[in-house]
């Protein structure tokens, strides 16, 4: 039994799209007739080439926590007993969103056709990247698929959760500096003007600030339109040449110069790298498996190399901890934690303990510098209020003394 996606018309004549399953098209579209829907297409998901199955779910998507959830219901349903391709049904059906519903069903029927569970999780690699794949296939082989999906399931949850953390400390920041641009901006370019043409129609000397104010006025009043399609044109440009492993590396490399940006990219990227390796770990899988893995992970290009050069190090007989503290980017307590869990045997706690105080200091990081920006961009506000302002009253105040 295989899923088809179709496109129908109802008696009112409209539109709607959906997911069935059946043997056959044929036996599908006898399924849409006597739902009283006329099919228009209908294709089947489950015979879609793997580079198809990508296209799929990158026009579509799946968000990391639709993902999540998803992830949990299968847990839950297997931990209760249901057998696989039940569970998947079921996590298929409690889907709102069609597409979803499809590659669950899709899944579903490679399973029936015989397939492993994460072979069939293969056909939407963009979906379900490599360590969702190769956690679930150990945890096939080693009998215990309930609980690496629950592992699965806290792992994507947590990530959720610090990238919900992370877009919610920067959300008022970007909109209070964008504001403020905009409004320093419109003074500039409409309130300025209207005030100082005053002073000009009496053919009156102007102080120097006045002067370069509404020299800076009127360059925005004749470039600003050009000034702001070279930034668009400009931040295109970037994001292209980033594109370019070779100009995202040394890209990451800057960023790793500097002061409070590099502590931000060691500590995100250190309790990715060390939430990921712990959870393969967990999972059975070999160790430098789970290296390689947890490396992919990391978003620093630099990072990253140094995690597969120290990989290489321990496939030569090195101990983990010392090949990580070689790559100079790890924090010395996660290097220290990592050494205690081979030395102990209980690496996986100890990653997972070094993946949540990198978390625990990058939550108190980010605070401390939303803290400090929030005033100091008010400040810059405030200063360059001040300066437009005092470009008017100065005028006002030479009047005033010629009038005296």
Not at 12 to 34: C, H, S, Y
Not at 49 to 71: N, Q
Not at 115 to 136: H, M
Not at 338 to 348: C, F, H, P, Y
């Amino acid at each position: 039994m295989g899923a088809f996606e179709y496109s129908a018309i109802d008696s009112r004549g409209r539109e709607r799209k959906g997911v069935l399953e059946g043997d056959t098209a044929r036996q599908v579209r006898q399924q849409l007739r006597e739902q009283g829907l006329t099919p228009l297409s209908l294709s089947a998901t489950s015979e879609k080439r793997e580079e198809d199955g990508e296209r799929f779910t990158l026009r579509r998507g799946m968000s990391a926590a639709d993902l999540a959830v998803i992830t949990r219901q299968l847990a839950t349903l297997v931990r209760a007993g249901l057998p696989l391709e039940e569970a998947i049904q079921t996590a298929a059906q409690q889907s709102e969103k069609p597409h979803h519903t499809s590659m669950l069903l899709a899944v579903r029927s490679r399973v029936m056709e015989g397939q492993s569970f994460a072979a069939g999780l293969a056909g939407f690699p963009a979906t379900f990247p490599e360590l969702y794949r190769t956690t679930v296939a150990a945890g096939e082989q080693s009998g215990h698929l309930d609980l690496v999906l629950e592992r699965l399931a806290d792992y994507t949850e947590n990530r959720q959760r610090m990238r919900q953390k992370i877009q919610m400390a920067l959300f008022y920041p970007v909109i209070l500096t964008l504001m403020a641009l905009g409004v320093t901006s419109a003074l500039l370019v409409y309130v300025v003007p209207e005030v100082v043409q005053v002073f000009a129609s009496i053919g009156q000397e102007m102080p120097p600030l006045t002067l370069a104010l509404i020299a800076l006025s009127e360059f925005l009043q004749a470039n600003g339109l050009y000034l702001l399609l070279l930034l668009v044109a400009l931040l295109f440009l970037f994001r292209w040449s980033l594109r370019r492993e070779p100009v995202r590396f040394r890209w990451h490399l800057l960023l790793h110069r500097l002061p409070l940006i590099s502590r931000l990219m060691r500590g995100l990227n250190t309790a990715r790298f060390a939430r990921t390796f712990s959870i393969m770990v967990a999972s059975s899988v070999p160790a430098l498996e789970s290296m390689r893995i947890a490396a992919e992970v990391v978003t620093s290009l630099p990072m990253k190399k140094g995690v597969l050069q120290a990989a290489d190090r321990v496939r030569e007989g090195a101990h983990i901890a010392p090949s990580l503290q070689q790559c100079g980017y790890f924090p010395p307590i996660v290097t220290h934690l990592v050494a205690s869990g081979e030395a102990s045997g209980e690496l996986e706690s100890m990653l997972e303990r070094a993946a949540d105080n990198q978390e625990q200091e990058l939550e108190t990081l980010i605070g401390m510098l939303m803290g400090l920006f929030e005033p100091l961009l008010l400040v810059v506000m405030g200063g360059v209020v001040m300066v437009i302002v005092l470009a008017i009253l100065l005028p006002i105040f030479e009047i005033n003394q010629l009038v005296q």
